[in-house]
Nanobody, 122 residues
Framework: QVQLVELGGGLVQAGGSLRLSCAAS????????MGWFRRAPGKEREFVGG????????YYADSVKGRFTISRDNAKNTVYLEVNRLTPEDTAVYLC???????????????WGQGTQVTVSS
């Protein structure tokens, strides 16, 4: 069993940055690929990006490529999402998920956090 807790959300002005973290409890964190998703008001949950078990490979949605960066520290059981050049369209609840592979499909992830709110003001 893996429990995930996201931190680092908040209110930021357009153009600003935040660093979100997702801390995992439980065993074998390094055996899981990690994904980040977001759920904006009135919209479906969407894939933001993901990182492989060892951190060698990262994947990003086109909408965030070049602005968001995912990294992980397996010694700390934590994955990070740096979000830069934020726009109001990035306002959403950001969630991390753990699964066997990085995937854009939600059902392929086994564990989910509760999410952290990011609000971008114009």
């Amino acid at each position: 069993q893996v429990q995930l807790v996201e931190l680092g959300g908040g209110l930021v002005q357009a153009g600003g940055s935040l660093r979100l973290s997702c801390a995992a409890s439980g065993r074998f964190f390094s055996s899981y690929a990690m994904g980040w998703f977001r759920r904006a008001p009135g919209k479906e949950r969407e894939f933001v990006g993901g990182i492989s078990q060892g951190g060698e490979r990262t994947y990003y949605a086109d909408s965030v490529k070049g602005r968001f960066t995912i990294s992980r520290d397996n010694a700390k059981n934590t994955v990070y999402l740096e979000v830069n050049r934020l726009t109001p369209e990035d306002t959403a609840v950001y969630l991390c998920a753990a699964g066997p592979i990085v995937a854009t499909i939600e059902r392929l992830y086994n564990y989910w956090g509760q999410g952290t709110q990011v609000t971008v003001s114009s």
